[in-house]
């Protein structure tokens, strides 16, 4: 891992990173992260008694929509020509609640991680926002990177942390 911070031009202002010599290759990454609920909350989401409708469902496709505009949300983040984004979410009764798991993929010169964290993060966001008028307690977890492949610094995966490279 860098030492330096590579959005800080040398005078320390921000700067978007020039990725023009860097190569195209494959990239993914996934991310995760959770919210957790009264075990009464996800029961009416399971059974689809929301009054705002198909909490997981809209929860996906809003997640999907996020990743496509990251570059809108966050400042010094690349357009990206995104190849694929999916969203899963599945319940988790031990939490209770849902768990949100989106992964991203391109072939382009910069990374799709902060693509697949802004998936989740909207996608719990969703969640929060549909079930809120019966859970205001609900709570939004463990947003993480869980994996990215790709680009000069290799494979990485949450479970190895930063020294180990992966032989992916």
Do not use: F
């Not at 031009?9 to 009264?38: C, I, L, N, Q, Y």
């Amino acid at each position: 891992m860098s030492t330096r911070l590579t959005h800080l031009s040398p005078d320390g202002t921000a700067r978007m990173v020039d990725v023009s010599g860097k190569s195209v290759t494959s990239r993914t990454a996934t991310a995760s992260g959770s919210v957790s609920m009264e075990a009464s909350t996800l029961d009416l989401i399971l059974a689809g008694d929301m009054k705002k409708g198909d909490v997981i469902g809209t929860a996906r496709l809003a997640g999907i929509m996020a990743a496509k505009k990251t570059h809108y949300l966050i400042p010094l983040c690349h357009p990206l020509a995104l190849t694929n984004v999916s969203v899963e979410i599945q319940p988790d009764r031990k939490l209770p609640g849902l768990r949100v798991t989106a992964s991203a993929g391109l072939d382009g010169k910069t990374g799709v991680e902060m693509e697949a964290l802004t998936a989740v993060a909207i996608a719990c966001l969703t969640i929060y926002d549909m079930a809120k008028a019966v859970d205001r307690s609900m709570r939004i977890t463990d947003i993480r990177l869980e994996e990215k492949t790709g680009g000069r610094s290799g494979s990485w995966r949450a479970d190895q942390g930063d020294d180990e490279p992966s032989s992916r």
